[in-house]
């Protein structure tokens, strides 16, 4: 079965960078899309192709993949940055999401 | 700009059914393949289902746990995208998102507020 595992959570001081992983199992296809969730807001995209920033992203967001393992890493994280963020992977029959992690900046 | 707007939701009886709308405008509907999402309380996005445009097939595809239960349809005149909801479970209480995705690639690019739905006797 398809799998993407997330860490629960994760927390950074502000100004410092923030990492959280994805680990990939069983998808062919490695191209990861990250979501940010915050609470009473729609989500946003904002990485795609596991590595590529939607217009309007700001650029302290980016991503980057090695092995079965994708990461997305914001730079001088921000206190706006707080929120949940969640991991997509597809294919033509399903998609799936990892369990999400909540970026806490403190 | 674009615009997803979620409406229907509401308290329904387990057993009970249900159809959410989802109204999009700003971008071309009939050519974006319409996704639905939902987040139960304290857990993690789940993807439903999703229906690809008219001209792409119009065919839908659904996750496991819903399968036979929910369906999704659409109707391009209006720029509408449906999840019909059936045989309810307290399970699906949950904020259900419908998204779009412009460019048939798996990337969910815009979002609506959310439906908020929950089943309770």
């Known amino acids: 079965s398809y799998d993407l595992t997330q860490p629960p959570s994760v927390s950074v001081s502000p100004g410092q960078t923030a990492t959280i992983t994805c680990s990939i199992k069983n998808f062919g296809n490695k191209y990861v899309c990250w979501y940010q969730l915050k609470a009473g807001q729609s989500p946003v995209l904002v990485i795609y192709q596991s590595n590529k920033r939607p217009s309007g992203v700001p650029e302290r967001f980016s991503g980057s993949i090695s092995g079965n393992i994708v990461t997305l890493i914001i730079s001088g994280t921000q206190p706006v940055d707080e929120a949940d963020y969640f991991c997509q992977a597809w294919d033509t029959t399903t998609v799936v999401f990892g369990g999400g992690t909540r970026l806490t900046v403190l | 700009e674009v615009k997803l707007v979620e409406s229907g939701g509401g308290l329904v009886k387990p057993g009970g059914s249900l159809r959410l709308s989802c109204v999009g405008s700003?971008?071309?509907?009939?050519?974006?393949?319409m996704n639905w999402v939902r987040r139960a309380p304290g857990k993690g996005l789940e993807w439903i289902g999703r229906?690809?445009?008219?001209?792409?097939?119009?065919?839908?595809v659904y996750a496991g746990s819903v399968k036979g239960r929910f369906t999704i349809s659409r109707d391009d005149s209006k720029n509408t995208l449906y999840l019909q909801l059936n045989n309810l479970e307290n399970e699906d209480t949950a904020v259900y998102y419908c998204?779009?995705?412009?460019?048939?690639?798996?990337?969910?690019?815009?979002w609506g507020r959310g439906a908020l739905l929950n089943v309770s006797a």
């Open positions: 700003g971008f071309n509907f009939k050519i974006a393949w």
């Open positions: 998204s779009s995705d412009l460019s048939a690639s798996g990337r969910f690019d815009y």
């Open positions: 229906i690809r445009s008219r001209s792409d097939g119009g065919a839908t």
